[in-house]
């Protein structure tokens, strides 16, 4: 009997080749889409889940509650790491981890690499699970002048991996600069690692250079514990946060933990609660990846039922011969089941050749890796479309009556037209909404890229600053803005689109409710901070060196003035960590962090320390000033590479999400589209066949070929025109519902649903017309001749 069905199926494929081919193009492409989503979205939710303490592996989250915001951080006191499994018994292990900015790293052979380190504790090892290659897990990070190396930065380094314990290395960085030993060498982090490093040092070393470390009031390194089983997590919240509040004095703090894994999906705070991030889109192309799936199934689906005419004969003949109907149904649903198989074959290949390609819009390094638990589900995909394409043709086929198909009575019922009709406005109604999207998704990266940010970024790049910049930085900054096509050079420090401090120790000044205590950013700026930016200054002045008593003042933004409820703040006195400052000026509102986040009060204080340089280039001069800097820096500051970043850069680092998703929103609304024009065509070309001779009979009695191309696509324009109605209220609701994560976006414009729509409708008028019109264009005569 398998044999038999199969036989049928390849003489059926050879009698309907047109249709069995958009069968397999619909059915491949859309598995194409799934596929690409499924490697994609494993990849994003298998992101730290390797390590063997997973289930019971937390980070502890530092929360402080303030007047204007509730706001989190990942920083948290020194002391706290070692504290925590002294006196709680419910963790077993913690450590401190800190990252650095990339150092320089020499073996003394004269090479030397810019290398990403951690600080770590001793129980690192024992928490994470990074493969020790060489050394013991319990010690490696013991001694103070310990180092530990990734197998990729020794072959770097030494040429080899094995017998490196021992050697010394030399680390240039700063206030961190010495000698150190290599204790261990681990296997360097898979991609799915949030972690990424190449060098690990004792924490204990840093917390010695860096004596602020020690200080409960000082929040600086990550902390990770992993639990004991069964650990009750809200109990230890709250023994948390007791405990950081008597040992810091501050009740406006609190500590909880989240599970590490769970950090890269739902990364974001708002308010001090865990709220969504990446699951958001995880979500989104879960559902796109079924949608287009679905429009695929429905192309087989239609054109399996509009075409159940040509095999009338077959039904009747086998069950006047007895076969039952639940046969014949399962030998529709093997054929639907073959025709998956044979598209998922397709897919595959094609999944293969375009890879690299998509990778490459991703980000990532997705591999297609043929396990069995692959294989398992692609062949489970594979059934579950045959029989989600199959079941309704199967049943619909097989429960024809024989007598009536052997005397040729084969009507269409009007419930499987309304079905057909039905699935196609489904389709279009779909890709409706993906259109819709791609174009908010488009306006809102266009509107990010072009709102004044209250800054000039372009042509400003940023460098670190190490060696003899970091000793000598106003005789740096001179040298640098002798350069031909310099105009500006500053230093501050953190990162400017984002990594700021905030705190809540700005206060006292005049009207204060002395039950507020707002939260603010704070940047610490060299001289030329706020012109070499293009800042406005709104009141009062910037600082500088004409002014020796700088250090005592402080700069704030037009939203700190506003929630301070000043009216004259220039020349005014606050109290800063228990300091007086005077307000020496006011600078418009910039972003300083992503238009997902509102501007927060903030203030500028004048500060040497910063670990940046940055220096802005004259538009048209690029090229050649990038060559005079970098000649510079290799005679002024030798041992140290010229590596610099552009600000533009890093901005648009912070939308490298949503710049990604527009352009992969981008590639599955045209699959969708292509997929719901070939059921489209397919259709039209069967009603075409089926109403040849009723177009014949027209045309004999006089009917244009226009009248008739009309006729033809009128009926499929209208299921296109109710799609576009049924759509386009669901693309509003979902764009703002997007649009709510950012705290500015564009307003929602009549055009962008038109747009769509009219797209739509003229994909689809295109598909259909290109077949009514070589119908309505045929001879009469031969559609006639048969009658």
Known sequence: MIKHNFILFLRNIRQNKNSFFINIVGLSTGLICFLFIALWIEDEISVDKFHQNDSRLYQVMKTNKSSNRNFTSEWTPGPLAKTLPEEMPEIVYATNVLSEENGIISPGNGKEIRARELYAGKDFFNIFSFELIDGNKDEVLSGNQAVVISDKLALKLFGTSENIIGRDLEWKQEELSGNYTISGVFKAPPASSSLQFDVIYSYEEYKDRVPDNYNWTYNDPHTYVVLKEGANIEALNSKMTRLIRERSNDETSSLFLTLFSSKHLYGKYENGVQAEGRITYVRLFSVIAILILLIACINFINLSTAQASKRIKEVGVKKAMGIKRRSLGFQFLGESIMTSFLALLTALL????????????????????????????????????????????????????????????FTTRASELWIRQGLVIFQFGVSVVLIVSVIVIYQQIEYIQTKNLGYEKDNIIYLRREGKMAEKLETSLNEIKNIPGVTGATSYAHNLTGDHGTTIGLDAWEGKDPEDNIAFSYINAYYDFIEVLGMELKEGRSFSRDFSTDEDKIILNETAVAQMGLKNPVGQIVELWGRNREIVGV?????????????????????????????????????????????????????????????????????????????????????????????????????????????????????????????????????????????????????????????????????????????????????????????????????????
Request: proline content about 3%; some cysteine; overall charge neutral.
């Open 350 to 409: 094609f999944v293969v050749i375009f890879l690299p390609q998509f990778n490459q819009i991703v980000g990532k390094e997705l591999q297609l890796d043929l396990q069995w638990p692959h294989i398992v589900f692609l062949l489970a995909v594979s059934l579950l479309v045959g029989l989600v394409s199959g079941s309704y043709p199967a049943l619909y086929l097989s429960g024809f009556k024989p007598v009536s198909l052997l005397k040729g009575k």
């Open 587 to 787: 600078v418009g509102d910039f972003h300083f962090e992503s238009l997902y986040e509102e501007v927060k009060p903030c203030f500028y204080k004048l500060s040497d320390s910063g670990n940046h340089i940055m220096i802005k280039i004259e538009a048209g001069r690029e090229e050649s000033t990038l060559n005079s800097l970098k000649a510079f820096y290799s005679e002024y500051n030798p041992g140290f590479p010229f590596d610099f970043e552009f600000l533009d850069k890093d901005y648009q680092h912070l939308y490298q999400s949503e710049q990604r998703v527009s352009v992969l929103s981008k590639y599955f609304a045209g699959m969708a589209i292509i997929i719901s024009c070939l059921g489209l065509f397919g259709l039209v070309a069967f009603t075409a066949e089926r109403r040849q001779k009723e177009i014949g009979i027209r045309k004999a009695l006089g009917q244009s070929s226009s009248q008739i191309t009309m006729l033809l696509s009128g009926e499929f324009a209208k299921l296109v025109g109710i799609s576009i109605l049924v759509g386009i209220p669901v693309a509003y609701l979902l764009s703002i519902n997007w649009l709510t994560s950012f705290a500015y976006k564009i307003d929602l414009r009549l055009w962008y649903f038109i747009l769509a729509g009219i797209g739509a409708l003229v994909v689809a008028l295109l598909t259909v017309s290109s077949q009514a019109i070589r119908a309505a264009f045929k001879n009469p005569v031969e559609a006639l001749r048969e009658e």
